[in-house]
T-cell receptor
Framework: GNSVTQMEGPVTLSEEAFLTINCTYTATGYPSLFWYVQYPGEGLQLLLKATKADDKGSNKGFEATYRKETTSFHLEKGSVQVSDSAVYFCALTSPGDYGQNFVFGPGTRLSVLP | SAVISQKPSRDICQRGTSLTIQCQVDSQVTMMFWYRQQPGQSLTLIATANQGSEATYESGFVIDKFPISRPNLTFSTLTVSNMSPEDSSIYLC??????????FGPGTRLTVT
């Protein structure tokens, strides 16, 4: 079946540091790939997505490129802020009999210190 | 876009009781899903809520424990039956719009004592 693997957290960085959160996947066919963010006490929010190979999703300074050859979708940001402290989930969807539903990675908690 | 509301937003319940969670969308959607997020864990799909027919459950989840209704294209309920402390989780409603976009509700935080 489909699966998503993320780097273990928590990740602690200083403000303005470079961020990479690794994500790799296993899927049949051609999945769509997503990064979701969950701020403390809030629900899931879509951060960015990519629907085909070599697509780059970007939002709020975050980027991720759909790499089919390495089955990866690593999240990067050049300069993190304290407000980026949250849990980040990599996820995928594949068309199925019952529509598209998500497979999520375990989440990576990011703490950014001032 | 689709705006999703869930009720209640949180609840504390006693062991052995049941709680029904409501999910309301501000526009008609094709698919509705229910997920569980246990403390410190990722999200796990419980079931797909089908309009006018029985929900489709994922492995490890059964209708007797998590009965689901979906009477129309904008509303669904999930009941957590005969609760135990292990059911303490965040329960999230998710939808797919007719445009193929996916959205998540704010979640219902359930604590079972």
């Amino acid at each position: 079946g489909n699966s998503v693997t993320q780097m273990e957290g928590p990740v602690t960085l200083s403000e303005e540091a470079f961020l990479t959160i690794n994500c790799t996947y296993t899927a049949t066919g051609y999945p769509s790939l997503f990064w979701y963010v969950q701020y403390p006490g809030e629900g899931l929010q879509l951060l960015l997505k990519a629907t085909k190979a070599d697509d780059k999703g970007s939002n709020k300074g975050f980027e991720a490129t759909y790499r089919k050859e390495t089955t990866s979708f690593h999240l990067e940001k050049g300069s993190v802020q304290v407000s980026d402290s949250a849990v980040y989930f990599c996820a995928l969807t594949s068309p199925g009999d019952y529509g598209q539903n998500f497979v999520f990675g375990p989440g990576t908690r990011l703490s950014v210190l001032p | 876009s689709a705006v999703i509301s869930q009720k209640p937003s949180r609840d504390i319940c006693q062991r052995g009781t049941s709680l029904t969670i409501q999910c309301q969308v501000d526009s008609q959607v094709t698919m509705m899903f229910w997920y569980r997020q246990q403390p410190g864990q990722s999200l796990t799909l419980i079931a797909t809520a089908n309009q006018g027919s029985e929900a489709t459950y994922e492995s490890g989840f059964v209708i007797d424990k998590f009965p689901i209704s979906r009477p129309n294209l904008t509303f669904s309920t999930l009941t957590v039956s005969n609760m135990s402390p292990e059911d303490s989780s965040i329960y999230l409603c998710s939808v797919e719009s007719f445009g193929g976009e996916q959205y998540f509700g704010p979640g219902t935080r359930l604590t079972v004592t």
